[in-house]
T-cell receptor, first 115, second 111 residues
Framework: NAGVMQNPRHLVRRRGQEARLRCSPM?????VYWYRQLPEEGLKFMVY????????ESGMPKERFSAEFPKEGPSILRIQQVVRGDSAAYFC?????????????FGQGTRLTVV | RKEVEQDPGPFNVPEGATVAFNCTYS??????FFWYRQDCRKEPKLLMS???SGNEDGRFTAQLNRASQYISLLIRDSKLSDSATYLC????????????FGGGTRLMVKP
């Protein structure tokens, strides 16, 4: 039973380009969460999605960031016109239910570097 | 004030030592509490849940004090492999249903 799969593991983008981060949840998990971890800091919640729905995006920056979790395929976190401050590790977690993420499992993360 | 606060450390201890980490949280409505472990450049992994009655898992003991909004993790007989960052995690957050992570406490166990 594969765990949460994120790709790519490492992504380098020039300022102004777009970054697309993918997350495939564990089998049977329909709840996906995205977190961002800046260097030397803790994880910050960004967005919570269920299939085809954004449930809570209170942690998402108002501009340039978007997320989706289509009926088929992985969840996508999209960052447009990246800036140096977007450099971070982006972790995806999935769970079978939303109750305080009791069963949440994290993917290995995507490390975004903006040059 | 941060929602979940931890001493960032690092805590440098010799093998075999007992070490304790503390964490405070600001949201009195929080209902679930966890300790996660994060190795360098890896994903966080659940170490243990924390209950009001306290719970123990081998060398690890976690305790919760709701009145003081305080959580602790005790590691006995430290191993080199315990070296990691320990994240105090509380849910739900003010928005209602998310986990809030502390900044982590770094532990380094030396031979």
């Amino acid at each position: 039973n594969a765990g949460v799969m994120q790709n790519p593991r490492h992504l380098v983008r020039r300022r102004g380009q777009e970054a697309r981060l993918r997350c495939s949840p564990m089998k049977g998990h329909s709840h996906v969460y995205w977190y961002r971890q800046l260097p030397e800091e803790g994880l910050k919640f960004m967005v919570y999605l269920q299939k085809e729905n954004i449930i809570d995006e209170s942690g998402m920056p108002k501009e340039r960031f978007s997320a989706e979790f289509p009926k088929e395929g992985p969840s996508i976190l999209r960052i447009q016109q990246v800036v140096r401050g977007d450099s971070a590790a982006y972790f995806c977690a999935s769970s079978p239910s939303h109750i305080a993420q009791r069963e949440a499992f994290f993917g290995q993360g995507t490390r975004l570097t903006v040059v | 004030r941060k929602e979940v606060e931890q001493d960032p450390g690092p805590f440098n201890v010799p093998e075999g030592a007992t070490v304790a980490f503390n964490c405070t949280y600001s949201n009195s409505a929080s209902q679930s509490f966890f300790w996660y472990r994060q190795d360098c450049r890896k994903e966080p992994k659940l170490l243990m849940s924390v209950y009001s009655s306290g719970n123990e898992d081998g060398r690890f003991t976690a305790q919760l004090n709701r009145a003081s909004q305080y959580i602790s993790l005790l590691i006995r007989d430290s191993k080199l492999s315990d070296s990691a960052t320990y994240l105090c995690v509380v849910g739900p957050n003010n928005a209602g249903n998310m986990l809030t992570f502390g900044g982590g406490t770094r532990l380094m166990v030396k031979p």
